[in-house]
């Protein structure tokens, strides 16, 4: 098997309120690999966000470390950390965070842009993508004029713009039908399959789950032997 691009190594996190400690991971070791659709699944309050932040550098773990292509989370700078979560990773989150004064495009375009790509290109990548994800013609809508689906796929768009090497979605169809979730999930799983993304998404929709490469279980602050 090739190198694993993305994994955890003996990574702890434990929240501390007032005086009362709570130990949420308590030693998950798990590696990805490129062009993989992992899954991970488990009881409320198990830790899956929680694992899913540390991963993609949005938050430290208390002990343990990630490592990307080689190099360790613990060892990069703040600016390297923040350089590596614009480029190299996309986020899909269960409620948008869509820029409520910006169209879908521009929404869609802003990450691109904040990478430093030329205006030019940066609006036919999102008008590519837009157009794959079926949104063509709502590109100058702003959030509130979309619905809940389609701002999830303008959401999906913006998480894809910079190419990442990694997606990270935490129940991207948390909030929506059955059937607009699943319109959702499988234009992620086309999208993931045709780029090779180290694809890992958090649900509670054990369908979709069933569709991914792997499913990942997480119990009692760990994963489940596979
Ligand atoms: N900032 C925080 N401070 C204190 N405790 C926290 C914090 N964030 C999460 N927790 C606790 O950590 C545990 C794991 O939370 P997490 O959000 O990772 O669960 P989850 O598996 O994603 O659950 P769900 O399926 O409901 O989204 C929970 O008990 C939660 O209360
Ligand atoms: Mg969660």
Not at 177 to 196: C, V, Y
Not at 197 to 220: K, P, Q, S, W
């Given at each position: 098997?090739?190198?694993?691009?993305?994994?955890?190594?003996?990574?702890?996190?434990?929240?501390?309120?007032?005086?009362?400690?709570?130990?949420?991971?308590?030693?998950?070791?798990?590696?990805?690999?490129?062009?993989?659709?992992?899954?991970?699944?488990?009881?409320?309050?198990?830790?899956?966000?929680?694992?899913?932040?540390?991963?993609?550098?949005?938050?430290?773990?208390?002990?343990?470390?990630?490592?990307?292509?080689?190099?360790?989370?613990?060892?990069?700078?703040?600016?390297?950390?923040?350089?590596?979560?614009?480029?190299?990773?996309?986020?899909?989150?269960?409620?948008?965070?869509?820029?409520?004064?910006f169209t879908a495009l521009e929404n869609v375009m802003m990450p691109a842009l904040i990478?430093?790509?030329?205006?030019?290109?940066?609006?036919?990548?999102?008008?590519?993508?837009?157009?794959?994800?079926?949104?063509?013609?709502?590109?100058?809508?702003?959030?509130?004029?979309?619905?809940?689906?389609?701002?999830?796929?303008?959401?999906?768009?913006?998480?894809?713009?910079?190419?990442?090497?990694?997606?990270?979605?935490?129940?991207?169809?948390?909030?929506?039908?059955?059937?607009?979730?699943?319109?959702?999930?499988?234009?992620?799983?086309?999208?993931?399959?045709?780029?090779?993304?180290?694809?890992?998404?958090?649900?509670?929709?054990?369908?979709?789950?069933?569709?991914?490469?792997?499913?990942?279980?997480?119990?009692?602050g760990r994963i489940e032997p596979e």
């Open positions: 098997m090739s190198e694993p691009i993305l994994k955890s190594e003996a990574v702890i996190k434990n929240y501390h309120i007032d005086s009362t400690e709570i130990k949420v991971l308590k030693g998950v070791d798990i590696e990805f690999h490129s062009g993989e659709i992992t899954a991970i699944i488990g009881p409320s309050g198990v830790g899956k966000s929680t694992l899913l932040n540390i991963l993609g550098a949005l938050d430290y773990p208390t002990s343990g470390d990630v490592i990307f292509k080689g190099r360790r989370y613990s060892v990069m700078s703040e600016k390297e950390l923040s350089t590596f979560r614009s480029r190299s990773v996309g986020f899909v989150f269960q409620f948008h965070h869509l820029l409520g004064e990478a430093g790509e030329n205006r030019q290109k940066a609006v036919s990548k999102a008008e590519e993508l837009l157009d794959k994800l079926g949104l063509t013609v709502r590109i100058q809508h702003k959030p509130s004029e979309l619905s809940g689906g389609e701002q999830q796929r303008v959401a999906v768009a913006r998480a894809l713009i910079n190419e990442p090497n990694i997606v990270l979605a935490d129940e991207p169809s948390g909030n929506l039908d059955q059937d607009t979730g699943r319109q959702l999930s499988d234009m992620l799983w086309r999208l993931a399959r045709e780029k090779g993304y180290c694809f890992i998404i958090v649900t509670h929709n054990l369908e979709l789950a069933g569709h991914a490469d792997r499913i990942v279980r997480m119990r009692d």
